[in-house]
């Protein structure tokens, strides 16, 4: 399976992205991600992909395929290279000048104007912008239209040309000032093109967290090597160019350049980047290092263990970015809405000029001018931009603050959450055990040999505890091990002896004592058991506290003892309890709980895999499992629960803001048109509205940087 990442140049809206979506499964690609705020196009093939018929394919729907770093890229009509008219920016300011004057003739009965009255003059003056909006807007409308996808710019183009031809015709048979739209035709474009800039600066403010976060892959690294006298020498290098096994130093004040580990030194590490949190946290030999985090004090020399696309941060940017490609349900509505409306717009336009021109007795040159209005006014951009911008920012936010959505629709499903599973372990409670007791029938060095070679093989943080506390080189070699989900882990030596260690649920018949931790067993008869203390997290209550306020239900959901996991509950205030369950049953329970209502499942373990993944929402924490964290909708960073009523306050938020968005889109189309039809507003006035429509929901979507969540 080939996998194609790209960026494309030119797209505005999800009505863009509708376009190369559909060229891309003509083209019979699949996996497909189009992200219309950062351009971001991803696919894969089972066969060969031939990429160049593919780009042009793209370039004739009137995007481009941005050339990677050290190509040069060709000029396209939406970019942004430094060329002559090359972005809307410097398309508003050249046209302006001409418009303005244009404008001007309005004045001429107060003012010594008469000279404008001339159809030539306005001709001359208008022909500039009207070359420069078919240039941009005509070929880009076209190429829509032979693509079968039509899009924004057939309707202004068509504006455009109506009004230019219906002036030119004026002027060519002398029929008078009533035929003249000169000024029409030059304010169309050019407030488009003063929108089209407005809406691309807008929007480019709502990646502004992703960008903070994107900076911070690049940077300076002072790498180590070793001359030919076997001396130590430290140079600079870009970290593009950092590989796995590379050597750096890495001074006070200096950002970390990739991912690492500690060699030699101690530090403070700043991992706000990655975190959310800015409480400097002490690091030393053997530690982990994560690039972009900042050594606010000390100096160490690091080991490379992860460069380029292979660091946590490159991997939170994807994430990040996926979740931006994804549709929730509610976008789904607009875009079938997006992909009818050029056609279904100018069907309105025609019937609006036929109506004014024959049932109301409207001039010529009124009724045209009433469907000039109604194709300008159009704004399929807003549909396209309502959910887009708001979840850019929603993700934006949420990345900043140490939340990770892997995709857009676990945003949305925030809202209806009325219940809230914990698991115990590491979730609730810290995970950081010390062993606190223990007791055996055989000899203690012998025993704790034994448990540490059955327990270096678990994930779980108790068994971690063991192995921290008893590591030994005299290590038991299993001819097969393997780990139980929910139990323990289960081994056999070469002598064909099974040893296993794991909760009570291991005990054979008749033994019935489950108040220890981790009992050790060999050919089903117990040799001792090991008990280890744990301690609630300090944010707990606090959170758990925070969901009874806003009404939701908690519950706990735990495969450890009843006894302990009610203890943890009354503490805590939890609602629920359910104890002593295996992945199968945890599975079973969260199933019954959708059934009832939403439910999020927060866990960290192997065994909370299957329950996170069922959730209407499975919630992680950044020190789980690999696969505890694949299977959640969202990890939350800097290994603890304080960013849960952020991120249920993001997610509800955001969701809002898409609805408030789509509400302003839909409603604006549905009055401004019929408005526009019956002539309350002018050409231009409508190309200043439609403009203005997409900064309203940029500027919505932005407020979500700022706004109190929680």
Request: glycine residues 8%; neutral net charge; charged residues 20%.
């Amino acid at each position: 399976m080939e996998q194609v990442d790209w960026t494309v140049e030119g797209m505005t809206c999800s009505n863009c992205a509708l376009s190369v979506n559909k060229l891309l499964q003509k083209e019979g690609m699949k996996d497909i991600k189009v992200n219309p705020i950062d351009g971001g196009v991803s696919f894969t093939s089972a066969e060969k992909i031939d990429t160049d018929k593919i780009k042009k394919g793209i370039s004739s729907l009137g995007y481009h395929v941005k050339e990677e770093e050290g190509h040069e890229g060709h000029q396209h009509d939406h970019g942004t290279a430094h060329g002559f008219l090359s972005n809307n920016k410097k398309r508003f300011l050249f046209t302006l000048p001409f418009t303005l004057v244009l404008m001007l003739h309005m004045l001429h009965q107060w003012l010594p104007l008469h000279w404008l009255m001339n159809p030539w003059v306005q001709l001359v003056l208008c022909l500039p912008v009207f070359i420069t909006g078919m240039w941009f807007f005509g070929r880009s409308a076209i190429k829509s239209l032979r693509n079968g996808m039509p899009n924004m710019d057939v309707l202004i183009a068509v504006g455009a040309l109506a009004s230019f031809a219906y002036s030119l015709t004026g002027a060519v048979l002398h029929l008078g000032e009533q035929y003249l739209f000169f000024e029409t035709t030059a304010s169309i474009i050019t407030l488009v093109f003063m929108g089209n800039y407005l809406e691309e600066a807008s929007i480019q403010s709502t990646q502004k967290a992703l960008k903070a976060l994107a900076k911070n892959q690049k940077v300076m690294a002072n790498m180590i090597a070793f001359d030919d006298q076997h001396q130590e020498q430290v140079f600079p290098i870009d970290n593009a160019h950092l590989k796995t096994g590379d050597l750096v130093l890495i001074k006070t004040g200096e950002q970390v350049p990739a991912d690492c580990k500690i060699l030699w030194g101690d530090c403070s590490v700043n991992e706000a980047v990655i975190t959310g949190e800015s409480v400097p946290v002490t690091k030393g030999k053997k530690d982990l290092l994560i690039g972009g985090s900042i050594l606010e004090n000390g100096v160490v020399k690091a080991q490379v263990t992860a460069a380029g696309k292979d660091t946590v941060l490159s991997g939170i940017l994807k994430m990040v970015q996926n979740a931006q490609s994804e549709k929730p349900p509610m976008q789904k509505l607009a875009d079938k809405i997006s992909a009818i409306f050029v056609p279904l717009v100018i069907g309105i336009a025609a019937i609006t000029f036929l109506l004014n021109y024959f049932a109301f007795d409207q001039t010529l040159g009124s009724s045209l001018m009433r469907s000039v209005a109604v194709l300008v006014i159009s704004c399929p951009c807003a549909m396209g931009l309502a959910t887009p911008a708001a979840i850019a920012v929603g993700l934006g936010r949420a990345a900043k603050t140490g939340i990770l959505f892997r995709n857009a629709s676990s945003l949305e499903s925030f809202k209806s959450i009325t219940q809230v599973v914990f698991d115990k372990t590491g979730t609730l409670t810290t995970g950081n055990f010390i062993i606190s007791g223990k007791q055996t029938s055989i000899d203690e060095n012998e025993f704790k040999k034994i448990a540490y070679s059955l327990e270096k093989y678990s994930n779980h943080p108790i068994a971690k505890a063991v192995t921290a506390e008893w590591q030994t080189k005299d290590l038991i070699r299993w001819k097969k091990i393997e780990e139980i989900k929910g139990l323990g882990v289960r081994a056999e030596d070469n002598e064909g002896n099974v040893y296993e260690a794991g909760s009570f649920q291991l005990l054979p018949e008749g033994l019935t004592d489950a108040n220890h931790n981790i009992f050790i067993l060999k050919n089903k008869t117990l040799l001792g058991w090991i008990d280890v203390a744990d301690e609630i997290r300090a944010e707990a209550k606090q959170v758990i506290s925070w969901l009874h306020s806003r009404q939701v239900k908690t519950i706990l959901l735990s495969g450890d003892r009843k006894e302990k996991c009610r203890e943890v509950a009354a503490e805590l205030g939890i609602d629920e309890v359910y104890a002593e369950q295996t992945p199968e049953q945890k599975l079973e329970k969260i199933a019954a709980l959708n059934a009832v209502s939403p439910t999020a499942m927060i866990g960290d373990g192997i065994n909370d895999a299957p329950a996170l993944a069922k959730a209407t929402l499975g919630i992680s924490l950044s020190d789980a499992s690999q696969i505890a964290m694949q299977s959640a909708d969202v990890v939350l960073m800097n290994h603890g629960l304080k960013n849960l009523p952020n991120a249920l306050g993001l997610g509800k938020h955001t969701y809002l803001t898409i609805k408030q968005n789509l509400f302003w889109a839909f409603a604006y189309n549905i009055v401004a048109i019929p408005i526009a039809a019956i002539g309350l507003l002018s050409p231009t006035v409508a190309a200043l509205a439609m403009g203005f429509s997409d900064i309203v929901l940029a500027g919505n979507s932005l407020r979500l940087f700022v706004k109190k969540v929680v």
